[in-house]
Every structure is written in C-alpha cells, then in structure tokens.
C-alpha cells in the first residue's frame, strides 16, 4: 500500500467552478501536510502548508485536515485557467517527505 | 533571489558513464533533498539531509550517492547510472528547528540513460 494515495484525474471543470481536490493516507506519523501546484517543465510550487488537523484558507484556497480520517482536501472557489497544473499532496513526519502522484486540472475559459 | 539552482537541466549520456547532478541554495536552509519524479508514481524521496555531513536515505536510494559538505551544496552522484534511472530530477531545501517549513524546489533536471 502506498503512504498516500490521490486520484490522478484528470479533471476538467468551467472557469468560475469549485474544484475538490482529495488525497488520503496511511502513516499516522504524520504531521505537516502540503498541497504543491506545479506547471509544466517546473519545480512544484507551495500553495498550501498545514501543521496537524484543521483548515487554512488563503484567497480562493482553504486546506483542510482530518487526521482521524487520514483525508486533506484542497478546495479552489471561482477556479480560473491560471489555475490549470498538476496539485500535488504531500506529507512529512518531519525527516521524509511523501507525495501523491498528482492531479491533472484544466479549467476551461 | 531566494532559489534552488540545479546543473543541468538537461543531461543525455550512457549506461555505466558517472555523473553528477549539482544542487546549490542561497537561503542557508539546514535541510536539502533529492527527489524523483516518474509518470504514474509521482515524487518519490532519494536522500535527504538534515544539515552538513549529516545525510539518509529516502525512500528509492538504490544506485545514487550524495555527500553534503557544505550547506548551501547538495549534490547527486550516479556511480552507473542505468536505463531505469532515466527520469526528472528535484533538489529541494527548507529551514528546520522551531517551526519546520515546507520545502523550496528547484526546477529540475531531466536525465535520460540510454
């Protein structure tokens, strides 16, 4: 079983739409939780960082952490085609990091 | 500018020829890693290293070596590289010790084993 699992997409949603975006786990260890975005031919870049459970909103993102469930979501309210990229997931005990494999999103204009 | 500068971007070369991959940061981050990313299996830990001279191994080490020296270098040693080491390669630093931030990656290197 891999240490974290996201579904690989792709997804396709309109300009405007609210994207979910899910990955779980299954190392309790675990306790520092990110969403990377990453562009085509570029290194994966932060959008989100959260220590423990809990949500974290920053614009039109909001993170949320269920450890008891081993679930993150990222959430994008009023998706733009600037928001098209792979999102990663990623998860560290602090020492090893562990990624998911990415989800593929394109909005369309 | 803040950055993780990786050399080269791009590498073509041939099974059994060693070569390295070069990774240097300007933020003085204690921490730095290798990472891989294949189509299918997303990225995947080689090695990291929590300060100077203090390096372990991540989740694929097998046929890579690194060394960390210095703390702002961290560089990746294919000893004989073969065909199944071909892939896309990240060098990532963050800061460690009160409050662990996320890592900073460079933008990768492209190696193909032929």
């Known amino acids: 079983q891999k240490e974290v699992e996201q579904d690989p997409g792709p997804l396709s949603v309109p300009e405007g739409a609210i994207v979910s975006l899910n990955c779980t786990y299954s190392?309790?260890?675990?306790?520092?939780f990110m969403w990377y975005r990453q562009y085509s031919r570029k290194g994966p870049e932060l959008l989100m960082y959260t220590y423990s459970s809990g949500n974290k909103e920053d614009g039109r993102f909001t993170a949320q952490v269920d450890k008891s469930s081993k679930y993150i979501s990222l959430f994008i309210r009023d998706s733009q085609p600037s928001d098209s990229a792979t999102y990663l997931c990623?998860?560290?005990?602090?020492?090893?990091?562990?990624f998911g494999t990415g989800t593929s999103l394109t909005v369309i204009p | 500018e803040a950055q993780v500068t990786q050399n080269p971007r791009y590498l073509i070369t041939v099974t059994g020829k060693k070569l390295t991959v070069t990774c240097s940061q300007n933020m003085n981050h204690e921490y730095m890693s290798w990472y891989r990313q294949d189509p299918g299996l997303g990225l995947r830990q080689i090695y990291y290293?929590?300060?100077?001279?203090?390096?372990d191994k991540g989740d694929v080490p097998e046929g890579y070596k690194v060394s960390r020296k210095e703390k702002r270098n961290f560089p990746l040693i294919l000893e004989s590289p073969s065909p199944n080491q071909t892939s896309l390669y990240f060098c990532?630093?963050?800061?460690?010790?009160?409050?662990?931030?996320?890592?900073?990656f460079g933008d990768g290197t492209r190696l193909s084993i032929l």
């Open positions: 190392n309790s260890a675990f306790q520092y």
């Open positions: 990623a998860m560290s005990d602090g020492n090893q990091f562990y």
């Open positions: 290293s929590m300060n100077v001279e203090v390096t």
């Open positions: 990532a630093s963050r800061r460690t010790g009160e409050s662990n931030q996320p890592q900073h």
